[in-house]
């Protein structure tokens, strides 16, 4: 006779693994970590599966709730849910990379992946990591029992680039939170500030997303300007 299972206490993870795990919804999980929304097209196509199974797929992803949907005029379009669905997906990035075997080779696009990308919808890769690392030199992020704070001199930094704290949107969502870079394997700035800085840099014309991917394109000039900032000796 089989012993039944014992009862795991707490949240069950075997469901949203199962709806992750699938190769075709990880794909289109992957294609909307680009922080665009997306149609139910757009994604199959990325995902390489077709228009009935992406359908398919994009249920079982709002239903876990990894996904939400809106209407715009005749187009729906798909986004992650939530920027705690981010950082898991972010997280399990960088797990696939540390123990990934017989993983190919990485193709010509990769350097600048790995230079600059968005995560979900704030700044990571090296240059996120070099933000992130200048506010720890400087000590300028403290944890507290309620996360991650950032000093008041720290606003006089982001303050240099036009970041002050009544342009940050008051929501649920911490300011700032350290999430680990998959490339980098050291922390980038997630959080609300996170991504208010990366909207800056876009106003500004110093960085811009490139279309149909993560990659972040910076300037030269808005590359040394971060660089400025940010960067200790």
């Known amino acids: 006779m089989v012993e039944p299972l014992p009862v795991t206490e707490g949240p069950n993870i075997a469901h949203i ?5 699938e190769r075709g919804r990880a794909e289109i999980l992957m294609a909307l970590m680009s922080g665009r929304a997306l149609t139910a097209t757009e994604l199959a ?6 228009r009935p199974t992406v359908s398919s797929h994009l249920g079982k992803l709002q239903q876990a ?3 939400a949907a809106a209407s715009q005029g ?9 920027s705690d669905v981010a950082q898991l997906l972010e997280s399990m990035m960088g797990a696939a990379h540390r123990i990934a075997v017989n993983e190919p080779k990485f193709g010509p696009s990769d350097p600048a992946l790995r230079k600059a990308r968005l995560c979900y919808d704030h ?19 403290d944890i507290t ?11 006089e930094l982001f303050g240099r680039i036009g970041i002050a704290p009544d342009r940050i949107p008051q929501t649920r969502r911490p300011l700032c939170r350290a999430c680990i870079d998959w490339s980098e394997r050291r922390h980038h ?19 811009s997303p490139q279309r149909d991917s993560r990659i972040v394109r910076f300037t030269s000039r808005g590359e040394a300007q971060l660089r ?6």
């Not at 196509?45 to 077709?50: I, K």
């Not at 700044?123 to 992020?141: F, H, P, S, T």
């Not at 400025?228 to 000796?233: G, K, L, M």
């Open 74 to 82: 005749r187009h729906r379009y798909f986004r992650i849910a939530s």
């Open 145 to 155: 029992r309620d996360g991650l704070v950032l000093a008041p001199a720290g606003w």
């Open 65 to 67: 709730r990894l996904v």
């Open 123 to 141: 700044l990571a890769g090296e240059l996120g990591v070099l933000v992130y690392d200048g506010l720890e030199r400087r000590r300028l992020l």
């Open 45 to 50: 196509d990325a995902a390489g599966v077709t």
């Open 228 to 233: 400025a900032v940010f960067a200790t000796n």
């Open 17 to 21: 693994a199962a709806v992750i795990g």
């Open 189 to 207: 700035l997630a959080g609300a500030l996170g991504a208010a800085l990366m909207t800056r840099l876009v106003e500004l014309r110093w960085a």
